[in-house]
């Protein structure tokens, strides 16, 4: 097989990894090869070459159990003709938990010098020892697919401010965010991108506690303006890269764009204290994409968590009344 180089033009990193690992595979044999993403201590399986394991795209393994991780740390070689004689790779669990006989591991970096995941392959049985003399070639093909996810990302960056720019349709008038059918949209775009990067993501539902009580008591000219507040409260605590959106009366969702758990937790208490201080009360819930779900499960599992906290702060202040 002669690997091509219109995905390279093209900028199509998923299409020039199944092609790269058709290459690698028909070359080297060897029963899995892959390209896989880090996201925390989840590796997703992007793409995959399988001839021996029946991993598909979508499989998460635990990234702290893998060859790849010691490979990254320098504990081990890139590639190991046999995986046992390797002491950082006879005591990885993976080991423990699928027959590997070879191995073979090369990281995909991000424009920012931060590991994306790896191009990697392993094989139930030993290899030759010759493999070893192919390690320059096969960290060829991994640093042009680097290359080419940087170049791609960066086009994805593009395509958001793009999808951005051209939106007025998608505005809610009172509060400027987007509205419900921007976010179903920009649900859409995110979801098709972290099925294709591995992007981590999460979804933040808010709900206003009192606008009820605030327009029966006050008018709904003072309830508008307190969805205002709440939305450049919203604005003012996510990130740039972050959707926010107001989607019913008084709800709002925050969608977190290439966001791990820990700077979701970051954002959501960002949230509560941005609303606190603007003397907004709001019931709050969030929930991490993962690759068994879409976001679209995201946003549903995110309100139910919202509606949780909002019984249990209803509770609380029901026990503080008696």
């Known amino acids: 097989m002669v690997m091509q ?3 390279v033009t093209t900028g199509n990193f998923a299409s020039a990894s199944r092609r790269a690992l058709q290459f690698l595979q028909e070359r080297f044999g060897l029963g899995l090869w892959m ?3 880090v996201d925390g201590d989840n590796w997703v399986v992007l793409t995959a070459e399988d001839r ?10 635990k990234w702290s159990d893998s060859f790849c991780s010691r490979m990254v740390e320098g504990l081990g070689p890139n590639i190991a003709p046999e995986s046992s004689a390797v002491d950082a790779y006879a005591g990885a669990p993976v080991g423990r938990q699928i027959p590997i006989g070879a191995y073979v591991g090369f990281p995909l970096v991000s424009s920012d010098g931060v590991l994306f995941g790896t191009l990697c392959a392993i094989d139930p049985q030993p290899q030759s020892p010759g493999l070893t003399d192919q390690v320059e070639f096969i960290r060829l093909v991994a640093d042009l697919l680097s290359e080419l996810l940087r170049a791609e990302l960066k086009a994805v960056d593009v395509d958001r401010r793009l999808e951005r720019a051209v939106d007025q349709a998608r505005r ?10 921007g976010w179903v949209e920009f649900l859409e775009f995110e979801e098709r991108r972290c099925r294709r990067y591995g992007h981590p993501a999460c979804v933040i539902a808010v ?9 029966d008591l006050a008018g709904h000219a003072a309830g508008d303006d307190a969805l205002r507040t ?7 605590a996510v990130r740039g890269i972050d959707i926010v959106a107001r ?3 008084d709800e709002f969702m925050v969608l977190c764009i290439e966001c791990d758990a820990k700077s979701a937790g970051a954002v959501v208490e960002r ?7 603007a003397g907004i009360r709001a019931s709050i819930g969030m929930a991490m994409r993962t690759p068994e779900a879409g976001l679209s499960v995201t946003a549903q599992n995110a309100d139910q968590a919202m509606y949780r906290d909002k019984a249990l702060r209803k509770e609380r202040r029901l026990e503080r009344s008696v």
């Open 5 to 7: 180089t219109s995905d």
């Open 35 to 37: 390209v896989t993403r």
């Open 52 to 61: 021996a394991y029946g991993f598909s795209e979508g499989t998460v393994l």
């Open 172 to 181: 809610d008038e009172l509060t400027s965010l987007y509205n419900r059918r």
């Open 207 to 215: 709900d206003l506690d009192d606008l009820k009580r605030i327009n």
């Open 230 to 236: 709440a939305a450049r409260a919203l604005s003012a």
């Open 247 to 249: 989607t019913g009366g």
């Open 271 to 277: 949230v509560r204290g941005a609303l606190a201080a």
